[in-house]
């Protein structure tokens, strides 16, 4: 997706089928410890696959996400913006005329809600074997998408996936809504997002992920920062540039709150948005957030309290600090609790 900017974002496009998003950094197995949290698999369309031509256009995506209530999961803004709806774009018109110019005079949502090309799933360890050839070997490459890149083309592939998600039963379909407020060139200003399952999750009441109170987060500030932990979970790599390693599965960390100047240190001048844990292992915190790792929650302690959703990465290596998106604001819980 578009996010650029001056940061390494965590969503992760499927290059190879072999190696998606796979896991939290020095990670500590979670062992069913967070049943509410899964893996979102998305296409937009939008997007550019390197592997495929210009115009053959669209691009998948893992993000992580969890369940706050039947059918609701909460994510990243910028793992539910520009989301496919059975294919067509959500952010520009593909409605032309005879000339191929766009007809401007045409209703047309150009908002990037509504897609329903995501897919949600509560499996601990991801299995993609049931995608069209899983098991192919290629001259240049190995997996589905490396079939499609030297036999086929991007579109088929596209109907072809979504046909084999929609038959598979570990995986939900969904409905994609970003933040109303969201900016897909400033997306660490509102980068929440909520995507409505078409059915039910199956995870237990008990279990859903809880939102905090507004400004949750303030009381931590005031204090020693290395007294609390936090638990980000996600299915996000073990470890950046330059080896990417990771196997689809779920990980948590235990990470410090570092403070909350944000994206490049613009958080007094952006209040209320970005914060900064701790991203590597450590004698007080263990571990961190990378690619993949997008829209998962950072609960406090060991709780399903939700502080905050994994947004962005400072740097390639994902180490340093990691970025989370605060949840605890009142325009953010409004949003949120507006799917409850």
């Avoid at 706050?68 to 520009?92: F, K």
Wanted: aromatic share 12%; glycine share 12%.
């Amino acid at each position: 997706m578009s996010r650029k900017l001056f940061v390494g974002l965590t969503a992760l496009l499927m290059v190879l089928l072999a190696l998606p998003a796979a896991a939290i950094t020095n990670p500590t197995p979670d062992d069913g410890e967070h049943p509410q949290v899964g893996q979102l698999l998305f296409f937009v369309p939008d997007e550019i696959d390197p592997r495929f031509p210009a115009d053959d256009p669209g691009a998948w995506f893992n993000c992580s996400g969890t369940v706050i209530a039947d059918q609701i999961v909460l994510t990243a803004g910028h793992c539910t913006y520009g989301v496919g709806d059975d294919g067509a774009s959500t952010t520009r018109s593909s409605d032309t005329n005879d000339d191929g110019v766009i007809n401007i005079f045409d209703e047309v949502d150009l908002s990037g809600e509504g897609g329903n090309d995501i897919w949600f799933t509560l499996q601990e360890v991801v299995d993609y074997s049931f995608l069209p050839h899983f098991d192919y070997v290629g001259t240049a490459c190995s997996g589905s998408s490396c079939w499609y890149v030297e036999n086929s083309d991007n579109a088929t592939r596209y109907v072809d996936w979504k046909n084999a998600l929609n038959g598979e039963s570990a995986w939900i379909r969904g409905t994609a809504n970003p933040h109303p407020d969201y900016d897909d060139n400033a997306f660490f200003l509102h980068d929440a997002g909520i995507v409505e399952l078409d059915d039910s999750s199956g995870v237990d009441s008990a279990d859903y992920g809880q939102l905090p109170d507004d400004g949750f987060l303030d009381q931590f500030f005031a204090q020693r920062r290395n007294d609390t932990r936090f638990t980000p979970v996600g299915y996000g790599l073990q470890f950046g540039f330059p080896f990417y390693p990771g196997g689809d599965t779920r990980y948590q960390a235990s990470v410090m709150l570092v403070d909350a100047t944000g994206v490049l240190g613009l958080g007094p001048f952006l209040p209320g948005t970005a914060v900064l844990f701790s991203n590597s292992a450590g004698k007080a915190h263990q571990g961190g957030t990378c690619f993949g790792d997008s829209g998962g929650p950072v609960f406090y302690e060991d709780s399903t309290i939700i502080v905050a959703v994994t947004s962005f990465g400072i740097n390639p290596t994902c180490t340093g600090v990691g970025g989370g998106y605060r949840i605890d604001q009142e325009d953010d819980l409004e949003f949120i609790e507006s799917f409850l």
